[in-house]
């Protein structure tokens, strides 16, 4: 393909942040014309792989306003635990916002812990990229109130970042988390935080594996690609630990097909193809343990699923789980997202991976 993917991947990001710094997820499909906090951190980290600072910052600049006018919800949330009243999916923080940064009314399962870890480990980068730690101090109150709000919620059950599971815990939510406490405590040395993090680990190691493996949640035995966040990036465990590498085996038993990867093997969103981001994870995740030519292979089959104009989808469907579930969700929704933010910026940072001339 002779189109320059890593410029036109820029160029969708760009061309979809709003005024607001908030990025669309996808600005051609109904649902997805809102800001998740999960999406926007890995995108405004991929801008930042490519020194496209200005628009990560805006991102978190967005992130902060957001957050701050949540106030009156978090200080109403915590009395609420104070009297130990029961506590509703609505009274938690969204996953995602209007440009606006307003929460949607509607009932999307709103409760999902994963972005508010996301966004602080993105800012920490964002940081110690561009050595603004200003940032720090004009952003104190929200990263304060994202710090208690996990520090009192990441043991509840909560919908993972597929938006599913309500009722149960997620490693890949507790990687998140614990990857974002611990990032930011390497500016503020907490001891609180740390052992936050340590908790969060030990519950790991007690609950969540299966047959010396991560599973897709307590409980259950399957595998999911999003297990992969446990090392990469957050670091909870690193990418050659033998439960780490294990998880990655079965991945690749059971849900990575000719470099295409699928979410979880019962996914039937679409009928559960494969994602072009899970892709460029595993990519990743070979470029860090020095499997490169594995990496390279990945990156490829990404590029091969860039239509004429190099816009990436969210999954393509060549090879999905239940083909009975395809016309099901093209008749609800519509054809599969395209261009989705996170695709390309996922696909950025495994370029950057293996193109990096600094
Ligand atoms: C995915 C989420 C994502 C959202 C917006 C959902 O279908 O499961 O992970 O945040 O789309 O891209």
Known sequence: MNVNLKEISIDVIKQNQH?????????????????????????AYAMDTVKEHTSAKKFYQWVDKTIK????????????????????????LPCRYTVEGLEAKDDWPN??????????????????LTNNKQLLEEFN?????????????WHLPNSDCWEENADKIHPSTLACIHGG????NEFLERDAITQTANKIKEFLMN?????????????????????????LPFGVFTPKDTYIENTVKVMEEKILHEGGVHRFPEDTYYGGGEWLLLSSWLGWYYASVGRIDEAQKQLQWVENQADEKGHMTEQVLHHV???????????????????????????LILHEQLNNED
């Open 19 to 43: 005024a607001s710094g908030a990025f669309v997820a996808s600005p051609n499909f109904d649902n997805y014309k809102y800001s998740w906090l999960r999406d926007g951190a890995f995108i």
């Open 69 to 92: 006018r949540n106030r009156p919800k978090i200080i109403q949330l915590m009395g609420k635990v104070q009297s130990n009243e029961r506590l509703e999916p609505h009274d938690f």
């Open 111 to 128: 409760f999902q812990l994963d972005g508010y870890g996301t966004w602080l480990w993105g800012l920490s980068e964002h940081i110690k």
């Open 141 to 153: 109150q929200s990263i304060e109130d994202s710090i208690e709000y996990l520090i009192t919620f």
């Open 181 to 184: 406490l611990t990032a930011i």
């Open 207 to 231: 609950n969540a594996i299966y047959e010396n493996r991560f599973v897709k949640y307590i409980g259950s035995s399957s595998i999911d690609a999003s297990l992969l966040w446990l090392s």
């Open 321 to 347: 789980n239940d083909e009975g579930f395809i016309d099901h969700w093209v008749k609800l929704w519509g054809p599969v997202a395209k261009p989705l933010l996170w695709s390309h910026a996922m696909y």
